[in-house]
């Protein structure tokens, strides 16, 4: 435990998180997410699925529509935040978590979520696992991700937007084809400040398509593993998603923003001068500095 807190405490976007109030660096994600795709300016109602500690739902309040209805739910306690309502409510259980958004949403006037959020995982086993343990366990999130893409496809307003976390399995080509089932658009994407070594994934639905009925087995992970076989050879997939893993990361690994650089307190920009091999003002948040007028041609090179 003492050494995996010590790798926290050397964790950049960790102490950047403390830095600037964020309950968990995780809402760098949601950040960088949002930054690609641009979701959250305009939303005016947002559910976060799985919101314990509240990182993400601290995000959805900062960035979202001002006086915009955020609503977290999650199994755990999550301390207040202004700006947004917590549910104790377990997504698993569909009908009595979706009884109990309803009647908040009733209460509020809302009819529906321009923007629904899934960041949440299974339990963990504490105990060794074996491999037949951590294909239980991976197949689990699977689960829970379909619980999550049921719950979205209540609340959803007609084109919005879904972002879900996945976690590498062998149901990776089914979850995919559930989603291509309700979105016209389903985005893999894996932020920056997601660890390289971690083998999570988010998935950036777009344009829900709000189909007047949709069928059960969309929902059954069995039937969505012998269909999705069908129609694209789950390896393809799967190489697919490690190269953008390995893009997107190493990319970042090599370069830093310009914008997070300069912004960062003196003793977090030593760390990334080491950790780092370059600083990029690519970033649309790094052109102001590399236009003003101290940042040189010789400062650029």
């Known amino acids: 435990m003492a050494k995996a807190r010590g790798k926290l405490r050397q964790d950049w976007y960790y102490r950047l998180a403390k830095e600037q109030g964020y309950r968990s660096r995780a809402a760098f994600n949601l950040l960088q997410l949002d930054r690609r795709f641009s979701f959250l300016p305009t939303a005016r109602a947002v559910l976060d699925l ?6 993400w739902l601290q995000v959805a309040v900062r960035t979202a529509t001002a006086g915009a209805f955020v609503v977290g739910v999650d199994l755990a306690r999550i301390r207040p935040i202004r700006g947004a309502i917590s549910l104790k409510e377990d997504i698993a259980a569909t009908s009595r978590c979706s009884a109990a958004v309803r009647k908040l949403m009733d209460s509020k006037g809302v009819a529906a979520f ?5 960041d949440g995982v299974g339990k963990k086993n504490r105990r060794k696992r074996d491999g037949a343990q951590k294909a239980t366990t991976r197949h ?4 829970l991700v379909i619980d999550a893409v049921r719950l979205a496809t209540t609340f959803l307003a007609p084109k919005g937007t879904f972002i879900t976390k996945f976690t590498g399995s062998k149901d990776l080509n089914a979850i995919i084809f559930c989603l291509k089932q309700l979105f016209e658009k389903v985005q893999p994407y894996k932020p920056i400040a997601s660890r390289i070594a971690s083998a999570e994934i988010y998935f950036v639905c777009l344009e829900y398509k709000a189909p007047a009925k949709i069928q059960p087995e969309l929902f059954d992970l069995n039937y969505l593993f012998t269909v999705s076989l069908e129609n694209k050879p789950r390896d393809e997939v799967e190489t697919q998603l490690r190269g953008l893993c390995m893009h ?3 990319s970042y690994f090599k370069r830093c923003p310009a914008s997070e650089f300069v912004w960062s307190e003196a003793d ?20 102001p500095i590399k236009n003003h007028e101290l940042t040189t041609t010789e400062v650029v090179e």
């Open 50 to 55: 799985g919101a314990a500690p509240g990182g």
């Open 114 to 118: 321009d923007v629904v959020l899934h």
């Open 140 to 143: 689990r999130q699977s689960a």
């Open 248 to 250: 997107e990361s190493m």
């Open 268 to 287: 977090i920009r030593l760390e990334l001068v080491s950790f780092f091999v370059a600083i990029s003002f690519d970033d649309p948040a790094s052109l």
